[in-house]
């Protein structure tokens, strides 16, 4: 058995020097990237809660305060008062919020449900069933996102006038609004989730004897959640924070208006009451913030979905 020459010595020397300055620069960088990137966070987490608890404190805070001096000097001089939240929730008509609350919520849950149910089985008729033309009527709904939401405001309120629809059912020309103006998005959004589902699955149901709604209901709804739970949290905040569609299609009446319209209007005829603001956004903010809580891991699944094959 022979030595190593000097040359081949210094070889495995330089190899195992380079291979280990290797590992080292992967590790420093991964380390790095992960400081970078947890700093990142941390500021745009801190840069996203400040104004929410500003906005909380402020709604504590006594008129005189909150008219007077930022929410910030709250430390300095700290003062708490429920009266803005008695105001917002039970105070004088054109304050109470509680009716138009309910209202946000009766106009909310059935434009979040109406088009998801439509845009499931849209969705499986475009990426699962073989038609003529398919391609082409699904880059018709994908153009229809273009289209903006303004230009349908008129013609479709002038539909619903003459149709009488508003007057069978207060909310319906709300849900079907909404319902119109979410359906291209989520039709796109959902096939694009269905594309990715396995042509094999399907082919062995097929086989196996089963329809297209065992398949439906069997196999793509439980693949699907995800992306359902993910569309549904953004139908349902559109909805929430809606102003426009509220506005327009309510027809002024104060019975089926949102809770967004109550709070443009809440600062009074002469923009005296603009400190019932702060008590009124944190009210508006309750229902999302629990929805989105609720469904959060189904969410973060949805945004996931796709982005990892294996």
Do not use: C
């Not at 195992?16 to 966070?41: D, E, H, P, Q, W």
């Not at 398919?134 to 405001?153: E, K, N, S, W």
């Amino acid at each position: 058995m022979t030595a190593p020459t000097l040359s081949e010595a210094d070889q495995a020397t330089r190899a195992m020097g380079g291979g280990n300055g290797r590992s080292a620069s992967s590790t420093l960088k991964s380390a790095l990237t992960n400081r970078i990137g947890s700093a990142v966070a941390i500021v745009i987490a801190v840069l996203w809660t400040v104004p929410t608890f500003g906005l909380f404190l402020s709604s504590l805070r006594p008129e005189a305060q909150i008219k007077g001096s930022g929410w910030w000097t709250f430390f300095s001089e700290p003062a708490f008062t429920l009266e803005n939240y008695q105001q917002v929730l039970g105070g004088s008509s054109s304050t109470d919020l509680s009716q138009y609350f309910l209202n946000s919520i009766v106009i909310a849950v059935p434009s979040t449900l109406l088009p998801l149910a439509l845009a499931i089985m849209a969705a499986y008729a475009f990426s699962a069933l073989e038609w003529r033309g398919r391609d082409l009527v699904f880059v018709g709904v994908f153009t229809l996102q273009i289209v903006p939401l303004q230009m349908a405001l008129i013609p479709l309120l002038r539909f619903f006038n003459d149709t009488g629809a508003g007057s069978t059912l207060l909310f319906l020309p709300l849900w079907i609004a909404h319902s119109i103006f979410a359906l291209p998005l989520a039709i796109f959004l959902l096939h694009n989730f269905m594309s990715e589902v396995p042509r094999d699955l399907i082919e062995a149901a097929r086989i196996d004897g089963a329809g297209h709604v065992t398949v439906f209901l069997r196999i793509m709804l439980p693949l699907m959640l995800p992306a359902i739970a993910s569309f549904a949290i953004f139908q349902f905040l559109w909805v929430w924070n809606d102003l426009l569609v509220g506005l327009t299609f309510s027809g002024g009446n104060r019975i089926i208006q949102p809770l967004t319209a109550a709070l443009a209007a809440m600062t009074g005829d002469r923009g005296q009451d603009w400190h019932l603001l702060t008590a009124g956004a944190f009210v508006s903010i309750i229902i999302p913030l629990v929805v989105f809580f609720a469904l959060q891991r189904y969410f973060v699944r949805g945004l996931l979905a796709g982005s990892v094959k294996g």
